[in-house]
């Protein structure tokens, strides 16, 4: 059996389930460390939109990929494993352990499922297609990769067009090529968090309401006065459009809250089916529970697995 000198935790599941207050008493017991699998809390500047972890939380326990990509940069799965790559070691080297915590479920797939050293960006390809409407793309995906087409939602523009990219560029399809990938070769023991469907949809709810009363529509301003533009990867994060249309008088503020619900609810949905697939994980439902309770059943099922 590994021992807990040769373990990485990993805490996911679908945004709006308590991860990072969770992680962080975790951390606090195990004398842990957290690697951040958030997509968007990886760009600075973004704190409010992301809901990132507080000053605070990031004092108690060290968070490392935590506003590490300028806003007007860009990240992906492969740079993500490869920075897991190099932490892991680092904290371990420390005599602490590392906790990956976060639902980017791209990035986790790097680590926990495995990626492929694919091909670059086609700009060239992109611009070709750009006019093309996702919903055709998609069925274009079907015919030339019908098992990528089942896995990605018919709106995911995003990975549509990467899927085509590769093939384009590959002359093979994508979901081969991911089959053939690796996970990277770390004793992981993952623990996932859900909520009750009515719970976590209030949850949600809430949590937006915060997060616009805590400035929200004022960050976003100020990231626009500082050059934030619809063609950056960060300008896709729940809560910058729907803000950005707000500013510019296109949406009320109330329809502006129903729509980061609406975009945040549906994140939450197609995440939690693509956790759903990984029979590795150990599920605890957090309605009802406290934290510190979350917190001593995973540490105590990890010391278990661990010796």
């Known amino acids: 059996m ?9 805490l996911l599941g679908p945004t709006a389930t308590g991860k990072t207050a969770v992680a962080v008493d975790v951390a606090q017991r195990i004398d842990g460390e957290v690697v951040s699998a958030d997509s968007r809390a990886f ?12 000053p605070v939380e990031r004092a108690e326990v060290p968070h490392h990929l935590i506003a590490s990509v300028p806003i007007d940069g860009s990240y992906d799965a492969m740079a993500f494993r490869r920075d897991v790559e190099r932490l892991v070691p680092e904290i371990r080297s420390r005599g602490r352990v590392p906790l990956l915590v976060g639902g980017g479920t791209l990035y986790l797939g ?12 086609d ?16 069925a274009r995906l079907r015919g030339v990769d019908p098992d990528a087409a089942g896995a990605i939602h018919r709106n995911d ?5 990467r899927a085509l990219e590769v ?36 949850v949600i709810e809430a949590r937006v309401r915060a997060m616009i009363e805590a400035g929200l529509v004022e960050e976003v301003e100020q990231r626009r006065a500082e050059g934030l533009d619809e063609a950056w990867q960060a300008f896709r994060t729940i809560g910058i459009p729907e803000a ?9 503020g109330e329809e502006m809250e129903r ?3 609406a975009r945040t609810w549906a994140l939450a949905r197609r995440q939690s089916a693509w956790f759903r697939r990984d029979r590795s994980v150990r599920w605890l439902c957090v309605t009802g529970r406290s934290v510190e309770g979350l917190a001593a059943e995973i540490v105590g099922r990890w010391k278990e697995r661990t010796g």
């Open 123 to 138: 700009t060239q390809f992109r611009d070709s297609i750009a006019d093309e409407e996702t919903e055709r793309l998609h």
């Open 43 to 54: 760009f600075a500047g973004l704190d409010v939109v992301t809901a990132a972890p507080t």
């Open 244 to 252: 950005v249309d707000h500013l510019e008088g296109r949406s009320t």
């Open 167 to 202: 093939h384009e560029a590959t002359g093979r399809p994508i979901s081969r090529l991911q089959a053939e990938a690796r996970p990277l070769s770390y004793d992981f023991i993952v623990f996932g968090l859900s909520r009750d469907r009515d719970d976590h949809r209030a």
């Open 157 to 161: 523009r995003l990975r549509i067009v």
């Open 259 to 261: 729509a980061i619900v």
């Open 2 to 10: 590994p021992g807990q000198d040769d373990s990485v935790l990993v």
């Open 110 to 121: 790097a680590v926990l499922r495995g990626i492929f050293d694919g091909p670059s960006k």
